[in-house]
């Protein structure tokens, strides 16, 4: 009698016809496992600690019976072992496309195993084999009993002598695969693991590149790796700058984590991300952490130097560095001077540079042209012994051309309401005066409205520069020049620059798109109690720090968002702890009116003199007429509403605005003599404005906070 077979896997007696010597219900289970570990998933940077559920059905892959999986991100997965052979646990990283898998993931695979394989160091994961098994390509490596160094700071910054000690543990492994030629090109927190001994060791080669005989496989201006980790010339796809400096930044961004608990840039997008990696410099560690020691912070920085010439050069300098930190030496690096500062500072701010260059050649020219009038002067006055300086038919010109300002501030008012309309998309022009249709993120204009704000903005400028050739030829030939002379050329050039500043934006923003913003929660928390405290400065602040290359419109707009949001969720709260307009600081105050006394006597002292009387109404003047113009923007007229309440706040301060200016005219009625002259708008009524703004701007200010509050 023949014997029945039985079903290796569930020992079930076989049909006469079961295919490849196993049940049809086990054959139909591997069939599903085998498609389950050939699915293709592009996930990156998983952590063991998702993916750790065990293999309840005993599966095998060649020599190695798989326990569990452990990880699984962009290129392969990674598995849990039993070698049968040698009866050890190991790690099986196969290809993650399976015999699906293309040529290029192929080489890399290939080039992850031998470029590990040729490492033999304490600190780097150690290959056992590398092979290929049914179609399907693998490498076993060791199983480091422990967790990823991502895993470690998942709770918070790690103290800053374990930090460097990682670091530096990191670094001469590091340094080792430089000596043999072999650069990581992906050093991330993920890529490093903490065995039970608390030794870190290097994983995941999957990018490495061999500087001797390249393997070809990363074309020209590609980006490989992980965005908030590459420096600055991967980020760039420079590929022939990428060197041992390129892995040095990546262990700086790792030291930048630990200390902080955040890499040095992350956005909303990887794109956004890039962009900050070549052209934002980091926060400093130190305002994320207040016990990153300065030492540290330093060799932190100089790791992420956007130049590679300026970090260190080696992995092994960065760790020579880290163990004089951690004996208590004097470190070699040195924080940036003022003069890098600036240097870094205005490398990212192309515009600043021109607006530098364009005004110091402007001032070469000025004092060129102020020189050549004092030349026809002198030469003018040996011809004429009897020529006197005093007003003439100059300064009437310059007179004439001056009363042009307020048409000139008119049309580049208009211009810069057309572009503010097109730009946050408004459908009102009534919604210019509404702060939440104000509070939308600007989108760029189109081309023609660019053209026409640019050309308004080269008119006014040559205008300014037009009025300032006149004032210098005025004041050499017929001596100084009004004081108002002065503020309309300042004016209308910091006019002309502004709306230039502003199409330039516009035209960035059209090209590069708007930079995406990601906060973190704790840092949002923090915005949000401020904003429920009242204190709307202080979450400005807060988003500053967060975002170090955000300007005071954007942290504005920002805040103002987050205040809607804030009031919809807690109206109660956030009603009760607004400022009232009584709330008051009279320090703030009492110091102000002090110093105004001060500036308006000195004033005076050197001026030609006036009547007293006549000095107090023009200060009271200019100082009720600005009160009067910033009055509706501010809690000195709470409870109005711009949107539905304009028309209240007109009625009430335009005739406040207009008494303002009438007292002067009223002052010289009374309080000259008849035969006495001055000018209607003179210096007194000028320090009453910015006086006024000032008192204002110092009564409704919440003063310096206590440390620890």
């Known amino acids: 009698m023949t014997e029945a077979k039985t079903c290796p896997q569930c020992g079930k007696i076989l049909p006469a016809d079961a295919p490849a010597g196993v049940c049809p219900k086990c054959l139909l289970a591997a069939g599903l496992d085998r498609v389950g570990d050939e699915r293709i998933e592009q996930t990156e940077g998983s952590s063991s600690a998702d993916q750790t559920a065990p293999i309840t059905t005993v599966r095998y892959f060649g020599d190695y019976e798989l326990l569990r999986e452990i990880a699984r991100g962009g290129m392969g997965v990674v598995y849990q072992a039993r070698q049968v052979s040698l009866n050890r646990i190991v790690a099986l990283k196969m290809i993650l496309s399976g015999e699906l898998a293309g040529q290029d993931d192929i080489e890399r695979f290939r080039n992850e195993a031998?470029?590990?394989?040729?490492?033999?160091?304490?600190?780097?994961?150690?290959?056992?084999?590398?092979?290929?098994?049914?179609?399907?390509?693998?490498?076993?490596?060791?199983?480091?009993?422990?967790?990823?160094?991502?895993?470690?700071?998942?709770?918070?910054?790690?103290?800053?002598?374990?930090?460097?000690?990682?670091?530096?543990?990191?670094?001469?492994?590091?340094?080792?695969?430089?000596?043999?030629?072999?650069?990581?090109?992906?050093?991330?927190?993920?890529?490093?693991?903490?065995?039970?001994?608390?030794?870190?060791?290097?994983?995941?080669?999957?990018?490495?590149?061999?500087?001797?005989?390249?393997?070809?496989?990363?074309?020209?201006?590609?980006?490989?790796?992980?965005?908030?980790?590459?420096?600055?010339?991967?980020?760039?796809?420079?590929?022939?700058?990428?060197?041992?400096?390129?892995?040095?930044?990546?262990?700086?961004?790792?030291?930048?984590?630990?200390?902080?608990?955040?890499?040095?840039?992350?956005?909303?997008?990887?794109?956004?991300?890039?962009?900050?990696?070549?052209?934002?410099?980091?926060?400093?560690?130190?305002?994320?952490?207040?016990?990153?020691?300065?030492?540290?912070?330093?060799?932190?920085?100089?790791?992420?130097e956007k130049s590679p010439h300026v970090r260190y050069h080696s992995a092994r300098e960065l760790a020579e560095e880290l163990g004089?930190?951690?004996?208590?030496?004097?470190?070699?690096?040195?924080?940036?001077?003022?003069?890098?500062?600036?240097?870094?500072?205005?490398?990212?701010?192309?515009?600043?540079?021109?607006?530098?260059?364009s005004l110091v050649v402007l001032l070469l020219v000025g004092v060129i042209y102020f020189q050549f009038q004092q030349n026809l002067l002198l030469a003018h006055q040996q011809s004429h012994p009897r020529y006197v300086r005093e007003a003439g038919d100059r300064m009437d010109r310059l007179d004439t051309w001056t009363s042009f300002f307020s048409i000139v501030f008119l049309v580049v008012t208009a211009g810069h309401l057309v572009y503010r309309k097109k730009s946050l998309r408004l459908t009102d022009w009534r919604q210019l005066f509404d702060p939440t249709a104000l509070l939308a993120d600007p989108r760029p204009v189109s081309t023609t409205i660019r053209i026409v704000c640019g050309a308004i903005g080269l008119s006014v400028l040559a205008y300014a520069l037009f009025l300032t050739a006149m004032a210098i030829e005025t004041y050499v030939w017929e001596g100084p020049v009004r004081w108002f002379h002065g503020v309309a050329v300042f004016g209308l050039a910091w006019f002309g620059?502004?709306?230039?500043?502003?199409?330039?934006?516009?035209?960035?923003?059209?090209?590069?798109?708007?930079?995406?913003?990601?906060?973190?929660?704790?840092?949002?928390?923090?915005?949000?109690?401020?904003?429920?405290?009242?204190?709307?400065?202080?979450?400005?602040?807060?988003?500053?720090?967060?975002?170090?290359?955000?300007?005071?419109?954007?942290?504005?707009?920002?805040?103002?968002?987050?205040?809607?949001?804030?009031?919809?969720?807690?109206?109660?709260?956030?009603?009760?702890?607004?400022?009232?307009?009584?709330?008051?600081?009279?320090?703030?105050?009492?110091?102000?009116?002090?110093?105004?006394?001060?500036?308006?006597?000195?004033?005076?002292?050197?001026?030609?003199?006036?009547?007293?009387?006549?000095?107090?109404?023009?200060?009271?003047?200019?100082?009720l007429f600005a009160l009067a113009c910033i009055a509706p923007g501010t809690r000195i007229a709470p409870g109005m509403r711009f949107k539905k309440n304009w028309t209240h706040r007109l009625i009430i301060f335009s005739p406040v605005a207009c008494f303002g200016l009438m007292i002067p005219v009223i002052g010289r009625e009374f309080v000259l003599e008849p035969n006495a002259s001055y000018s209607m708008f003179d210096w007194p009524f000028i320090a009453g404005i910015f006086c006024s703004v000032y008192l204002v701007a110092s009564a409704f200010s919440r003063g310096r906070r206590v440390r620890g509050q």
């Open 114 to 304: 031998q470029a590990a394989a040729n490492l033999k160091h304490p600190n780097i994961v150690a290959i056992h084999e590398v092979g290929q098994h049914e179609g399907r390509y693998y490498f076993s490596m060791d199983y480091v009993e422990g967790q990823s160094l991502a895993d470690v700071i998942q709770n918070g910054p790690l103290p800053a002598q374990k930090s460097a000690a990682y670091v530096k543990t990191i670094a001469e492994a590091v340094h080792f695969a430089h000596q043999r030629g072999t650069l990581h090109r992906d050093l991330k927190p993920q890529n490093v693991l903490v065995d039970t001994n608390d030794q870190p060791l290097i994983t995941d080669f999957g990018l490495a590149k061999r500087v001797a005989g390249g393997s070809g496989l990363t074309a020209t201006g590609a980006v490989l790796g992980t965005p908030s980790y590459m420096s600055p010339e991967q980020a760039s796809g420079r590929q022939a700058d990428i060197g041992p400096h390129s892995d040095v930044y990546s262990l700086g961004a790792i030291l930048y984590e630990l200390l902080t608990g955040r890499p040095p840039f992350c956005a909303a997008s990887a794109v956004a991300t890039l962009r900050q990696v070549t052209d934002s410099p980091p926060t400093a560690p130190h305002k994320l952490n207040h016990d990153v020691p300065q030492d540290l912070e330093t060799i932190c920085l100089k790791c992420l």
């Open 324 to 357: 004089r930190f951690l004996n208590h030496e004097p470190i070699q690096a040195r924080p940036a001077s003022a003069v890098r500062k600036a240097e870094s500072w205005l490398r990212r701010r192309p515009w600043a540079i021109t607006a530098i260059a």
């Open 497 to 623: 620059l502004w709306l230039l500043v502003r199409v330039g934006q516009d035209y960035r923003q059209a090209v590069y798109g708007r930079p995406s913003r990601q906060i973190d929660p704790a840092q949002l928390g923090r915005m949000r109690e401020s904003l429920l405290a009242g204190d709307p400065v202080e979450a400005i602040r807060i988003y500053r720090k967060a975002v170090p290359d955000a300007g005071r419109a954007e942290a504005g707009r920002f805040v103002g968002q987050l205040a809607l949001k804030v009031e919809a969720d807690d109206p109660e709260r956030y009603a009760a702890n607004q400022p009232k307009p009584w709330q008051i600081n009279w320090r703030a105050v009492g110091i102000c009116l002090v110093i105004e006394a001060i500036v308006v006597l000195a004033i005076w002292s050197v001026t030609e003199p006036l009547p007293l009387g006549l000095i107090a109404l023009d200060f009271f003047g200019g100082w």
